[in-house]
């Protein structure tokens, strides 16, 4: 504990991190108010930039663009009704129309607080769940793991907007994806065509920036000369005693709902802003505002955004399974930096990831200040033409790419997962699936490999243990519960109707 | 018909050339493998999960078409050439120049009506990117027109 307490006080008196902090915060919501760059591009076009430093500077760089640009979505979700990042979406329902009513200071006020208040709950969660986790995570051996595994996978049916069976089968061939290269235990070459570059397997970075970054570029082409309305505001303005009267309570659920949603494996901010927002409505005394600019329902879609952040660090950590595509980034940062993310993380590299959570909240007060003191500078970047933004996000990626492992091979594959990534969307597939699967794959493998092990071939003995049993219960329900569900209550509904018949 | 269900089939003709390529892969000695899997096991379980999941897609299009997407634009296609452009660049002269071009010419594609900007920006940017990863992150870039001379 106490070792905990001084590793988070250590990131106040680090001059350099707070620094690093401060920097990555500004970029962080330049990269959020730029429509189309969300905090995973951010991410993966930032990870490059980080290879030289300090294993606990570099994640706290990676931590702090995904908070503060995921912040920063609800700048230009209030002021150009176009969220900066997909888990602003639902403040653009309340935000927008309340800006259209001369009122946006007071929108991002209210996104300001609740912001900073999600985000500030969901560290401190994160700082007394994740070692309890990992306390339990520690007796896990490999079939808990491989059931683990296969639990975090059946999540990604409701990773993004795709279907569950895209979202799967995108999943399952970033699975496949994992499996190029020489096999683990027998070195027999898998799927390399002759090219040794590829015996270590499919290197993460280029990965990740060619699905999140190249294929944004080409999505975005589409829109390349869309012009934005654009509402002007004299200053942000915060809430007032009466506005905090009256959205305290969403804000204090909505941090708790998008901290929970955070948790779960492959559930991300997205998910819980739309939750915080209906739940916000739900329980309101002024349904009838919603839509129509509710100061409820910006703070209650932003609290339980940026909540999920914290809460998707801590499976991220402590069990090695990303729950958002920006937490895979920052899974993949924690792999390259040689933190090896998973419950002995809190028994071997304590200080380390208490100075990570410290950042996270550092970050939070940051984002606050200049949320509040400089929205209205950062709003005007989002005016950027595409046509000089996306060019440099070209460039940032393919530079960024080759930086890694100075590979050629890099850049082609930032480029093919480009054109890859953009067909996949244009058919409705998700893109974050496949980098989960391709993350998760190795870990699915070899989990089974060595439980085959431990139970001598005997595949069915998994089932004979009551955790793993439980977790692939979990995953079975996840994958096939709501059809359960609709047959059940159809079902009874049948049987109603027959009896009034 | 067959447009609507042109993503299943295309997935399954990936799912099964996978499939043949797994096969084609060595077997491993049982000394070896022991009482885990050959290393084929695995992929072709993958493929044929998918294949199941490629299946219940097909049912869900045939039940419910989805909406025609638009035909790709122009501006799309074009930073797809780009790209191909840059491979060519990159292979035959060097990575910077290759960057700058196809930077240069993406902002123009992209609607850009001021040379003058694209062109500070296909310059500068990758100027200073090159300086950073040069300087600061000591990375060495591949050898080509520029960098020979840079690096001598």
């Known amino acids: 504990m106490y070792e905990a307490l001084s590793a988070l006080g250590s990131v106040v008196l680090d001059p350099y991190l707070l620094f690093l902090i401060f920097a990555t915060t500004i970029i962080g919501i330049v990269i959020g108010v730029l429509p189309g760059l969300g905090a995973t591009t951010g991410a993966a076009l930032l990870l490059p930039f980080t290879l030289t430093m300090d294993p606990v500077h570099a994640i706290a760089v990676l931590a702090t663009i995904y908070v503060s640009a995921t912040f920063a979505g609800s700048i230009t979700a209030i002021l150009i009704n176009t969220p900066g990042t997909s888990a602003a979406a639902a403040t653009t329902f309340d935000g927008f129309p309340l800006a259209q009513r001369g009122e946006a200071g007071r929108a991002l006020g209210i996104a300001v607080i609740a912001s900073t208040f999600g985000g500030i709950v969901s560290v401190v969660v994160l700082c007394f769940a994740a070692p309890l986790l990992a306390r339990v995570a520690y007796e896990f051996r490999p079939p808990e793991y491989f059931a683990l595994t296969v639990f975090g996978l059946s999540m990604l049916a409701s990773i993004s907007s795709g279907g569950a069976v895209k979202n799967l089968i995108g999943g399952v061939f970033g699975v496949w994806l994992s499996t190029i290269g020489a096999e683990r235990v027998t070195a027999i070459e898998r799927f390399m065509f002759g090219n040794y570059e590829l015996y270590e397997g499919l290197s993460f970075v280029p990965v990740m920036i060619g699905l999140f970054a190249m294929s944004e570029l080409l999505v975005q082409s589409k829109m390349a000369n869309q012009a934005a309305e654009y509402i002007k505001m004299k200053a942000v303005q915060l809430p007032s005693r009466a506005d905090y009267k009256k959205i305290w309570k969403t804000v204090v659920r909505s941090s708790g709902i998008g901290t929970f949603i955070g948790i779960l494996p492959a559930e991300g901010a997205t998910v819980a802003s739309m939750i915080g927002y209906s739940e916000a409505k739900r329980w309101s005394k002024n349904k009838e505002e919603f839509g129509k600019g509710s100061i409820e329902g910006i703070a209650g879609a932003e609290s339980a955004n940026n909540a999920a952040t914290g809460g998707a660090m801590v499976p991220t950590m402590v069990l090695g399974i990303p729950g958002s595509g920006t937490t895979a980034i920052i899974l993949v940062g924690l792999m390259v930096h040689g933190l090896r993310p998973g419950p002995y993380l809190f028994n071997e590299q304590v200080t380390a990831v208490y100075q990570i959570f410290g950042s996270m909240f550092v970050a939070n007060i940051m984002f606050l200040l200049m949320g509040l003191y400089a929205a209205k500078i950062f709003a005007r970047i989002s005016l950027v033409p595409s046509a000089i933004l996306w060019p440099i996000v070209f460039a940032l990626s393919v530079i960024g790419a080759y930086a890694l492992n100075s590979s050629m091979l890099d850049i082609w594959i930032v480029l093919i997962f480009g054109v890859i990534g953009f067909l996949a969307r244009r058919f409705g597939f998700a893109v974050a699936p496949i980098a989960v699967g391709l993350i998760l794959g190795k870990m699915v493998e070899v989990n089974l490999q060595n439980s085959l092990k431990i139970f001598n071939g005997e595949w069915w003995q998994i089932f004979t243990q009551p955790l793993a049993v439980f977790f692939l219960l979990l995953a079975f329900l996840g994958l096939c519960g709501p059809q359960l569900f609709r047959l059940v209550t159809r079902g009874s509904f049948d049987a109603n109707d027959g009896q009034s018949n | ?152």
């Open chain 2, 1 to 152: 018909m067959v447009k609507q269900q042109i993503v299943p089939i295309v997935l399954t003709i990936v799912s099964i050339v996978i499939i043949y390529l797994a096969l084609q892969l060595d077997l491993s000695p049982p000394m070896i493998v022991g009482d885990s899997m050959q290393p084929r096991a695995f992929p072709i379980f993958l493929m044929v999960l998918n294949l199941l999941l490629i299946a219940i897609l097909a049912y869900q299009i045939f039940k419910t078409p989805p909406k025609q997407n638009e035909p790709i634009n122009r501006v799309t296609w074009l930073s797809m050439v780009l790209m191909v452009l840059f491979y060519g660049l990159t292979v035959s002269t060097d990575m910077f120049i290759a960057i700058t071009v196809v930077m240069f010419l993406l902002s123009l594609a992209w609607g850009e009506r001021r040379p003058l900007i694209a062109a500070a920006n296909a310059i500068l940017t990758p100027f200073l990117i090159f300086l950073l990863f040069d300087n600061v992150l000591r990375i060495r870039f591949p050898r080509g027109i520029l960098m020979n001379w840079y690096y001598g």
